[in-house]
Nanobody, 119 residues
Framework: QVQLVESGGGLVQAGGSLRLSCAASGSILSINAMGWYRRAPGKQRELVAVIRGSTNYADSVKGRFTISRDNAKNTVYLQMNSLKPEDTAVYYC???????????????WGQGTQVTVSS
């Protein structure tokens, strides 16, 4: 099995910062990519950032959010600065990975962590 455990969400005032973490564990052979999605109330899920060697960001977070990865710990981080009320959402971590003895790469998801930015 594979587990992704997120941490670091919470309540912050506009202009503040939060750092999300997501650690993957289990029968992992290799990880191709890790990233973050978010879902705001009444909106569709949105890709926030992904790291696959290089990094990609949603236009709405460029210059404010930074994604990084610790390969030794199978952990991905999302540093969120200059937070805005519109960043309020549940943030989900995902990993595109290969498991030991399982052919093919699949996406695995965390349980989600709430980020609330007050104005």
């Amino acid at each position: 099995q594979v587990q992704l455990v997120e941490s670091g969400g919470g309540l912050v005032q506009a202009g503040g910062s939060l750092r999300l973490s997501c650690a993957a564990s289990g029968s992992i052979l290799s990880i191709n990519a890790m990233g973050w999605y978010r879902r705001a109330p009444g909106k569709q899920r949105e890709l926030v950032a992904v790291i696959r060697g290089s990094t990609n960001y949603a236009d709405s977070v460029k210059g404010r959010f930074t994604i990084s990865r610790d390969n030794a710990k199978n952990t991905v981080y999302l540093q969120m600065n200059s937070l805005k009320p519109e960043d309020t959402a549940v943030y989900y971590c995902y990993a595109d990975l290969l498991r030991i003895y399982v052919p093919g790469a699949y996406d695995y998801w965390g349980q989600g962590t709430q980020v609330t930015v007050s104005s």
